[in-house]
Each structure stands twice: as structure tokens, then as C-alpha cells.
């Protein structure tokens, strides 16, 4: 009879579990390190969860593998920052409708002595000037939003470093990594080299050591940041209900306001901007 008792209350534990999880509500939302990395979502999402009872899952990837996690359908919002890939992946019919939610910008970061004399030039020369004295340059080299920014400003600078490594006429001042922001500028940091890093990452970046902003200002360096619903007609395991409430929490006039008020030492890290046409 206890042996049975103990078999009753196990089974009966078991099924409250599966009960609970069952009832959890959550999305899964691809998003970019640098949303990750600059402590975004650790400020965001509770406030987001704390009012609607639904969980958000990031799965944290360059923007390319963001994006590639929602071509499968391993995630119901996408939530990135390079808006040719994104405008691509909308024309594919992977995504619903795009929203701009929030910008900042790109600045370039090198040793504080600056060894290439870099310092408040603008950055195509900044990047010329670093290729013709074969100063070391990190590249996250994983195709997310930041390499992809990078190499359409080595481009600006008539330089094109994918046609260079494909060739290998690159020398090895030039060192793409293949790994996140944070990693990219460790490496900087560790070999005195120069890296191109969003703003938000590098302001809640703890590792600064001898590494410095020297380039920063440019409106080429601009970086807009948009959100979009997997699309369920792909994907019929997309949570299009929950997912799309939290996009239009995110460019919600209250959704909006928290991103605004995500600050580092008082500077804002993220600027919303949902109402912006064409961003």
C-alpha cells in the first residue's frame, strides 16, 4: 500500500510538472549579441514579463545566423540590425512585416595611444590609413550585422576585403575571428589592434583595458535596429499571437520609453525610433 501511495504521488508530481510547463508561455527570439551583450534584454524583458506573464527566450547570434534561425522556424521573432539582410529575408516570405524599433551607432575602437594616428579622422580614412600601415584589425568575421557594417565601409573606402581574402592578398594586420563582439574585443585589446563595435556593446563592455573610441560621429556609422515576426504560412510552429504582441509591445509608446531609459553611467545606450518612417 506504501509502495503504491509513493507511486500515486510521483505520478501525480510528474503530471503538475507537465501541466505547468505546458501552460508556460514563451517565445523564442533570435536576436544579435549586441543586444545581448550591451545588457539590453537583462533590462528589458523582465519589465516585458512582469506585464504581459510571457517568457522571451534569446537565442543571442551574429544577425546572418539570427536570421538563418528564423528561415528554419527554430524562432517565432527575429530582432537584428542590418537592414539589407532583413529587406532579403522579408522578400524570401521567411518574415511578416518589418518595424524599426531603435538606432545607435558604430565606432571604431583602438588602442589609446593609437599607433595608426586615427583619432577623429572620418572613418574611411580611418580605414585606409589602418590597411596602408598594416595596423591590426579585428573583424568578428561571423556575418552578423556588425561584420556585415564593416565590410560595406571597407567597401566605402575602396577596399574590398572579401575579394582581398579571397584571393589571400591580405596580410595578417587583418584578422577576422569569427565570434561575438565581446570576443572581438578582447582580442583587440590583447593584440593592440582596432576593432568597429556598436556603441551599446562597448559601453557595457568591463574588459576596456587600453582600448579607446577614436572614431565615432560619422553618419555613416549609423545602425538601426528592426524586429520582425517569423512567418507562419513558413512555419506553422511560429507563436504568431505572442509573437507579434511583443513586437507591438516593443514599439509601443511604453516599449519605447524602456528602451529609452536602458542607460550606462547615464548614456543612453539605444535610441527608439518606431515612428520613423523608412528606418
Known amino acids: 500500500m506504501v509502495i503504491t501511495c509513493r507511486a500515486l504521488l510521483a505520478a501525480a ?3 503538475a510538472a507537465f501541466t505547468s510547463a505546458a501552460q508556460e508561455k514563451f517565445i523564442t527570439v533570435a536576436s544579435t549579441t549586441s543586444t545581448e551583450q550591451s545588457g539590453l ?3 528589458l524583458l523582465p519589465i516585458y514579463e512582469q506585464q504581459t506573464g510571457v517568457k522571451v527566450r534569446v537565442v543571442a547570434l551574429g544577425t546572418g545566423q539570427a536570421l538563418d534561425t528564423g528561415r528554419r522556424g527554430d524562432a517565432d521573432v527575429v530582432f537584428v540590425h542590418a537592414k539589407p539582410q532583413e529587406e532579403k529575408f ?3 516570405g521567411f518574415g511578416v512585416k518589418r518595424f524599426p524599433v531603435m538606432y545607435n551607432d558604430f565606432v571604431l575602437i583602438g588602442p589609446k595611444s593609437d599607433p595608426a594616428g586615427v583619432r577623429a579622422k572620418d572613418i574611411e580614412t580611418a580605414l585606409k590609413t589602418i ?3 598594416e595596423a591590426p584589425f579585428i573583424s568578428r568575421g561571423d556575418k552578423s550585422g556588425t561584420h556585415a557594417a564593416e565590410l560595406a565601409l571597407w567597401k566605402a573606402a575602396g577596399i574590398d576585403i572579401e575579394k582581398d581574402l579571397s584571393r589571400k592578398t591580405l596580410g595578417p594586420w587583418y584578422k577576422a575571428i569569427g565570434q ?3 570576443a572581438a574585443l578582447n582580442t583587440a585589446g590583447a593584440s593592440g589592434g582596432y576593432v568597429l563595435s556598436d556603441r551599446g556593446t562597448w559601453l557595457n563592455f568591463k574588459n576596456k583595458g587600453d582600448l ?3 572614431v565615432e560621429g560619422d553618419q555613416r556609422l549609423f545602425n538601426q535596429y528592426g524586429v520582425m515576426l517569423v512567418n507562419p504560412d513558413k512555419h506553422p510552429n511560429v ?3 505572442l509573437g507579434q504582441q511583443f513586437i507591438d509591445w516593443l514599439v509601443s509608446a511604453e516599449g519605447q520609453k524602456a528602451i529609452a531609459d536602458y542607460k550606462i553611467n547615464g548614456q543612453p545606450l539605444f535610441f527608439p525610433n518606431a515612428g520613423v ?3
Do not use: R
Open 90 to 92: 522579408l522578400a524570401e
Open 277 to 279: 518612417p523608412g528606418a
Open 239 to 241: 507563436k504568431k499571437e
Open 131 to 133: 590597411k596602408a600601415k
Open 212 to 214: 579607446s573610441v577614436l
Open 180 to 182: 561575438g563582439m565581446g
Open 41 to 43: 534584454f537583462v533590462y
Open 13 to 15: 508530481l510528474c503530471l
